[in-house]
């Protein structure tokens, strides 16, 4: 696989009008958190580190899925995806299994 090199970066505003004061870094980064406490294929030094990239994008996948459709969050006491309209059940892994083809 042929990696992309960015040349660039445009800094502009896409679509709405957000408040300046409700603008934080906190939501990523705690998301990003959970990932990597969750998830040891981001830590170079264990037996569960992703050497091919597909292996990787594959894991991705599931824990999304895990983490919208199959955990109740405790701010939320549903999933992300029942909070969304989404999904109106919780899901099982059984069901996430039975999405593939």
């Not at 603008?23 to 958190?33: A, C, F, G, K, W």
């Not at 294929?41 to 599931?62: D, G, P, Q, V």
């Not at 405790?74 to 069901?95: C, D, F, K, Y």
Request: charged share 25%; hydrophobic share 40%; proline share 3%.
């Amino acid at each position: 696989m042929k990696w992309k090199i960015c040349i660039g970066a445009r800094r502009r505003k896409v679509i709405g009008n957000p408040d300046r004061n409700l603008i934080s870094t906190s939501y990523v980064e705690r998301q990003n958190l959970t990932l990597r406490m969750t998830n040891r294929r981001f830590t170079r030094l264990t037996n569960a580190f992703s050497k091919k990239i597909e292996n990787h994008k594959h894991m991705m996948a599931i824990y999304a899925m895990n983490y919208n459709f199959c955990r109740i969050h405790q701010t939320l006491r549903v999933t992300p995806a029942m909070e969304a309209g989404i999904a109106n059940h919780v899901w099982s892994l059984e069901e996430i299994v039975g999405l593939l083809p």
